[in-house]
Nanobody
C-alpha cells in the first residue's frame, strides 16, 4: 500500500524558512521521480518542484526558483523541500506526489504571515 506522509509545515514570518519532509512507503522509492505540489486557499493545486530518481533532473516552478530546494534520500525513502525567503503567497497546503502517479499524501500546511 503506497503511503506518503508530509511533515514540517507551520507558521512563519515573511523571509523565514521551513523544511518540509515526506516519507514514502509501499513502493520502490528509488525508482521514481518525486514531486512537491501546493494548494493555496481558493486556488487550484500547482506543481512546485520535482526531482529524479537519483537526484538528477531537478526542476522548479518559476515562482519558487532560487528560494526552494528539493532533495531526497533514497536510503531513508524521503523527499525534502527546503523553503527559504518565504513569501505570503507561498501559503498553502504542500503535498508530495509520485510523479505521474495518482498517489498523494495528506499534505502539510504552510502559513506565511506577519
Amino acid at each position: 500500500q503506497v503511503q506518503l506522509v508530509e511533515s514540517g509545515g507551520g507558521l512563519v514570518r515573511p523571509g523565514g524558512s521551513l523544511r518540509l519532509s515526506c516519507v514514502a512507503s509501499g513502493f520502490t522509492f528509488s525508482n521514481y521521480r518525486m514531486t512537491w505540489y501546493r494548494q493555496a486557499p481558493g486556488k487550484e493545486r500547482e506543481w512546485v518542484a520535482g526531482i529524479g530518481s537519483i537526484s538528477k533532473l531537478i526542476t522548479y516552478a518559476d515562482s519558487v526558483k532560487g528560494r526552494f530546494t528539493i532533495s531526497r534520500d533514497n536510503d531513508k525513502k524521503m523527499v525534502y523541500l527546503q523553503m527559504n525567503n518565504l513569501k505570503v503567497e507561498d501559503t498553502g497546503i504542500y503535498y508530495c506526489r509520485i510523479h505521474a502517479q495518482n498517489y498523494w499524501g495528506r499534505g502539510t500546511q504552510v502559513i506565511v504571515s506577519s
